[in-house]
């Protein structure tokens, strides 16, 4: 079903007068001013973003029924950055001018069940397979009919096949960075709660029908298993850990003849308000001509290998990350309801010939001050063999009603 024909349904969908009282409406609006300062080795120029994204939109429900349609506006306040499309000799920053219809959706729920149809957002498993790239100020939204089955205690199932991926380029998209990938993408999840934590079985299967940017090469097939659970462990502490296994291939037209393993292993200490958390995880260099790795083109990048975003394409030879962090958070009453700091370590090499790759600390700070949330970032790449020395300053101010 396309969004326009979805609206079609919308404004004909059936309000029987006997039940008008049951209409609800849930307003949606939120904000979000982010500043992006850039200062890259090679190129002469800094870049410096300053942006506010605004999403306004209402949820209808009627019933099991009810209907979503959200836009989103993003407005440019300080230019001095190559938002992908203007060509200014400065580094990127990913988030250009737009107006689009970010939601636009129909869903049913009932008796265990949760049907959805239309332009959506996805955020399936951590997100490193497929999820809405919500650090940029265009999210990445999917055309898609996604299921939702929890008909049977511990068990769950999650099937979605998505038409259309509408990317973080909004409406400023171009044949070379499209707004939208048309492909025949189907995710599926299968879950059971076990006492030791939630193990699942996934396959995402990634079309990307473009020939832009890396085109058909990113197209995928990938198979795996997952494991996460917490357990207490008395005196306050509580003990967190994650694995996944995958293998991947190619998938629909790519050309690429290959296999390449990806797998995570992360462990995290939590007492009170600090929790400590080591982990690795790699995207494995694959077999076959030409060389290839493991690629996961509809990921929240920000939330991998560090935030200054070196690895959104995995290198040929893949990548391994072997990361910690530490990090507090604490509750307040007053007008400072929530702080937090925290600082995270990569060290970054390649999956094929173990090749330094670099070296980020990413440190952060933020708080909740009377219904907004205020965080600053810094990114610190040091390059060993792979792309440039790179500092980024990330301030973002967040705003829900």
Do not use: C
């Amino acid at each position: 079903m396309s969004v326009p024909a979805l609206a079609v349904l919308a404004a004909a969908w059936p309000l029987p007068a006997a039940h008008a009282q049951e209409l609800t409406v849930k307003p949606i609006i939120d904000a979000r001013l982010h500043f992006e300062h850039i200062d890259q080795d090679g190129i002469a120029m800094p870049a410096d973003a300053l942006t506010i994204r605004t999403r306004a939109g209402a949820e209808l429900g009627h019933g099991p029924f009810s209907l979503l349609v959200e836009g989103e506006a993003t407005a440019v306040v300080i230019d001095r950055y190559n938002d992908g499309f203007n060509g200014l000799a400065r580094p990127v920053v990913a988030d250009p001018g737009n107006a689009e219809l970010n939601r636009a959706q129909l869903r049913y729920t009932d008796h265990g069940l949760a049907f959805t149809v239309g332009r959506q957002r996805l955020e399936l498993a951590d997100q490193r397979f497929v999820g809405p790239a919500a650090w940029r100020q265009n999210e990445q939204t999917f055309d898609a009919a996604r299921l939702q089955w929890t008909g049977l205690k511990r068990l769950t199932v999650d099937a979605t096949y998505a038409w259309s991926v509408r990317t973080v380029n909004g409406n400023k998209g171009t044949p070379a960075r499209p707004q939208s990938i048309n492909g025949d993408n189907i995710f599926v999840i299968v879950s059971y709660a076990a006492p030791v934590g939630t193990l699942s079985g996934f396959a995402y299967l990634v079309d990307q029908d473009s020939a832009a940017l890396s085109g058909f090469r990113l197209s995928s097939q990938t198979y795996g298993a997952r494991l996460s659970g917490t357990q207490p462990l008395g005196g306050g502490w509580k003990l967190g850990y994650t694995a996944s296994l995958a293998r991947q291939s190619a998938y629909a037209r790519n050309p690429n003849r290959y296999a390449a393993t990806y797998g995570l292993a992360e462990a995290n200490l939590s007492h009170k308000a600090v929790t400590g958390t080591a982990g690795f995880e790699v995207l494995g260099a694959g077999s076959g001509t030409p060389l290839t790795s493991v690629q996961t083109p509809l990921a929240s990048f920000f939330r991998f290998q560090g935030w200054a975003s070196k690895f959104t394409i995995t290198p040929p030879d893949g990548v391994r990350d072997a990361y910690a962090t530490l990090a507090a958070n604490w509750k307040h009453d007053g007008w400072i309801s929530n702080y937090g700091l925290g600082a995270t370590y990569h060290r970054l090499t390649s999956d094929r010939l173990a090749r330094r790759y670099g070296d980020e600390l990413d440190l952060i700070a933020s708080a909740r001050i009377k219904g907004y949330t205020v965080a600053a970032r810094l990114a610190h790449y040091v390059s060993r063999s792979f792309s440039a020395n790179t500092d980024k300053v990330l301030v973002t101010v967040d705003w829900q009603l």
